[in-house]
């Protein structure tokens, strides 16, 4: 199992431009999720999924976009891009939605907007 | 809402030392408790886990105990090494949240040899 990927690992942008990260796992996972990091603040949710076709926000989803048409990729997609918004992009997975499961994450996409 | 609290860093301790990293919590309900930890250019990843109060969770010499008294989950270590250098985040789900983590601010811990 690869377990969770996310690509690309670094990316550059300017003001106003759009972009899309991609995540996917291969362990078929009913829950995924986005993070982002930012230094002093730990991890804060952005959105996530309970399953295909079903998503909804976290606790900072304003400018990020999401959809799940697959079990496997969970994309998000920044619609015009801030400085604010730079930051380190955790993607997760877990196979339950009780709470109590261990969630996998991925390698991270550090995003820089100029 | 639920909130972690984490004992500010960094912390900087030499090898063989004993550590502590102290996480408080608030949350409606049971939650259930998680320390997670980041080595340097990696992803998260589960270091242990409490799913019930009084429950010990325990990994690579690591330990934590749901304390629902003082709604507390302390981490602590007997002798630390070098590659234990990492950053340490508490985290925190409960019924409400579903699969929904509440993270700490994270701990940076740096071992000196």
């Known amino acids: 199992n690869a377990g969770v990927t996310q690509t690309p690992k670094f990316q550059v942008l300017k003001t106003g431009q759009s972009m899309t990260l991609q995540c996917a796992q291969d362990?078929?996972?009913?829950?995924m999720s986005w993070y982002r990091q930012d230094p002093g603040m730990g991890l804060r949710l952005i959105h996530y999924s309970v399953g295909a076709g079903i998503t909804d926000q976290g606790e900072v989803p304003n400018g990020y976009n999401v959809s799940r048409s697959t079990t496997e990729d969970f994309p998000l997609r920044l619609l015009s891009a801030a400085p604010s918004q730079t930051s380190v992009y955790f993607c997760?997975?877990?196979?339950?939605?009780?709470?109590?499961?261990?969630?996998?994450f991925g390698p991270g996409t550090r995003l820089t907007v100029l | 809402g639920n909130s972690v609290t984490q004992m500010e860093g960094p912390v900087t301790l030499s090898e063989e030392a004993f550590l502590t990293i102290n996480c408080t919590y608030t949350a409606t309900g049971y939650p259930s408790l998680f320390w997670y930890v980041q080595y340097p250019g990696e992803g998260l990843q589960l270091l242990l886990k409490?799913?019930?109060?009084?429950d010990k969770g325990s990994n690579k010499g690591f330990e934590a105990t749901y304390r629902k008294e003082t709604t507390s989950f302390h981490l602590e270590k007997g002798s630390v090494q070098v590659s234990d250098s990492a950053v340490y985040f508490c985290?925190?789900?409960?019924?409400?949240?579903?699969?929904?983590?509440?993270f700490g601010e994270g701990t940076q811990l740096t071992v000196n040899p």
């Open positions: 362990m078929n996972h009913e829950y």
């Open positions: 409490a799913t019930k109060a009084d």
């Open positions: 985290a925190l789900s409960d019924r409400n949240s579903g699969s929904r983590l509440t």
């Open positions: 997760a997975s877990s196979p339950g939605l009780a709470g109590a499961d261990t969630q996998y």
